[in-house]
């Protein structure tokens, strides 16, 4: 398996020559393809030129540079990198500052093995640590970036969301389109896990220990602080857009069900043919602005003609469970107006649609488990 491990590094200079042999000797016990690539934006401290002078004797070393725009766009330049100019079928994310230890590589690349598509360096999971002397603020903040992402942008089995340190399956990353995280900064740990785990990724925790860098400063700013909690909510709205707008359309629904059963009857047809009738139309303008609308951002794995080969069948289904209900209520209370029975009918259906449309007829692409 082609392994890279990707180093994004800005005025790393005192660290990065440091790390480098140090994971190749790591790389010596490991029996896949190990490789390295330093994305580096231009490190006004000579970072790349270290980095050059040892390209000649490492063969597994790459480097890339770039545009300073932010840690993210770094990432997203040397994946994009990692994956067409490459052939990674695995990449790290990995900082140069040795507060990733290059003896955890291993661990994480043993969960990948095992089989899974997302291993996090976890700090928050029992075993893992942050450095004893963090100050309070210093806690507060790493902890407060991990509730924001677990709970405002709703990825809640995740421990530690914001980690750099991980090891993904390219075949996840070939589902996700980097220009719709919408990101620059340190919010992409964020953006991509949340892509990841609505993909159906299966995400690991490996206990690390967090070391302080040595050498250098963070580059962590104010304007990924911004922007970090910006996407949180942004991935926040998103989902909630979904259920409102499937709410929207089940309330379109119930009105021109009882709008169509209501004008067949007046046309003087028998309830029991006009209720299937009304129902069926109602499914129908359900299916177009759900597939144009709800679900118009979501990449399905199938063709129209085969989405609606499936939403035929859970029509079908929905129709059967809507009229057995309206026809279970129409006699047992004769004397009720057959909107009433209509009506209860559409509760249960909704339901069976809902389900069986979002898992099944829109379901998002899956990621293959091994590859
Ligand atoms: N190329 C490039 N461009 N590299 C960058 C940039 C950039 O704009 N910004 C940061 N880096 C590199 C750094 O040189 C370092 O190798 C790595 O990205 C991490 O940057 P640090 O500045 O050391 O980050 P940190 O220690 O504050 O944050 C760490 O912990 C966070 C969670 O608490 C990182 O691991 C983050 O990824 C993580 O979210
Ligand atoms: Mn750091």
């Not at 398996?1 to 994971?23: Q, R, S």
């Not at 740990?189 to 609505?198: D, E, G």
């Not at 709008?259 to 007046?266: Q, R």
């Not at 029975?341 to 559409?346: K, M, R, S, Y």
């Amino acid at each position: 398996m082609k392994v890279v491990v990707i180093v994004p590094t800005y005025n790393e200079h005192g660290n990065i020559v440091g790390l480098i042999e140090a994971l190749c000797l790591q790389f010596a016990s490991l029996r896949h393809d190990m490789n390295i690539l330093v994305v580096d934006d231009h490190s006004p401290d000579g970072t790349a030129e270290a980095v050059r002078e040892l390209l000649p004797r490492h063969p597994e070393l790459r480097l890339i540079e770039g545009r300073k725009a932010g840690l993210g766009a770094a990432y997203i330049r040397g994946m994009t990198y990692a994956i067409e100019a490459m052939a990674a079928e695995v990449v790290f994310e990995m900082d140069a500052d040795f507060s990733h230890s290059p003896a955890d590589v291993p661990r994480l690349l043993a969960e990948i093995d095992a089989g899974a598509d997302f291993v996090i360096g976890s700090r928050y999971v029992a075993g893992g640590s942050i450095p004893k002397n963090w100050s309070f603020l210093r806690r507060l903040n790493s902890l407060g970036g991990n509730i924001v992402a677990r709970y405002l942008a709703g990825i809640y089995r995740v421990r530690d969301c914001t980690a750099g340190f991980r090891a993904i399956r390219v075949s996840v990353l070939r589902d996700i389109d980097f220009s719709r995280l919408r990101i620059q900064g340190y919010a992409f740990q964020v953006a991509l896990l949340h892509a990841a785990v609505t993909d159906g990724a299966r995400v690991v925790e490996v206990p690390v220990d967090f070391i302080d860098r040595t050498q250098g400063e963070s580059k962590l700013g104010l304007s990924d602080i911004i922007e970090f909690v910006e996407n949180a909510w942004w991935i926040r709205l998103q989902s909630a857009q979904t259920f409102i707008k499937f709410g929207v359309v089940g309330a379109t629904g119930v009105i021109v069900n009882l709008g169509f059963f209501t004008l067949l009857l007046g046309m003087g047809l028998n309830k029991f043919l006009a209720s299937p009738i009304a129902i069926e139309v109602s499914i129908v303008t359900n299916f177009l602005l759900n597939n144009f609308w709800t679900f118009r951002e979501r990449e399905t794995r199938d063709r129209v003609h085969i989405k609606g080969l499936k939403f035929n069948a859970v029509s079908l289904l929905s129709l059967g469970v809507s009229y057995a209900t309206f026809v279970a209520f129409s006699s047992a209370f004769p004397a009720m107006p057959p909107q009433v029975p209509q009506f209860v009918g559409i509760l249960p259906a909704t339901l069976v649609n809902y389900f069986l449309n979002s898992y099944w007829t829109f379901r998002e692409t899956e990621v293959s488990k091994n590859s």
